[in-house]
């Protein structure tokens, strides 16, 4: 079981930043490949970002590529979303998840992101 705790959602201007963090339980956490997904209200489930356990290989939607950095401290368990260039159409509820190494994933409940234009 891997429980997870997202923090740092809240309400920002466009063009402002935000920097989502989530703390993950276990002591495997190295192994775990994380991933941020976002919903929007009447949108489909979202991938944004995702992060190899090493931290050596991210991967990010296109439409946040160049804005949004994910990284990671394996030190701390924590990944995190460090948001730039926020845009309107980033508002979302952002969901932290862990898979962990037999390809099953836990989620964390959420923070919500309100970009205003």
């Known amino acids: 079981q891997v429980q997870l705790e997202e923090s740092g959602g809240g309400l920002v201007q466009a063009g402002g930043s935000l920097r989502l963090s989530c703390v993950a339980s276990?002591?495997?956490?190295?192994?775990?490949?994380m991933r941020w997904f976002r919903q929007s209200p009447g949108k489909e489930r979202e991938f944004v970002a995702s992060i190899w356990g090493s931290g050596s290989i991210t991967t990010y939607a296109d439409s946040v590529k160049g804005r949004f950095t994910i990284f990671r401290d394996n030190a701390k368990n924590t990944v995190t979303l460090q948001m730039n260039s926020l845009k309107p159409d980033d508002t979302a509820v952002y969901y932290c998840?862990?898979?962990?190494?037999?390809?099953?994933?836990?989620w964390g409940q959420g923070t919500q992101v309100t970009v205003s234009s």
């Open positions: 276990g002591r495997t956490f190295s192994s775990y490949t």
């Open positions: 998840v862990a898979r962990t190494v037999g390809s099953y994933d836990y």
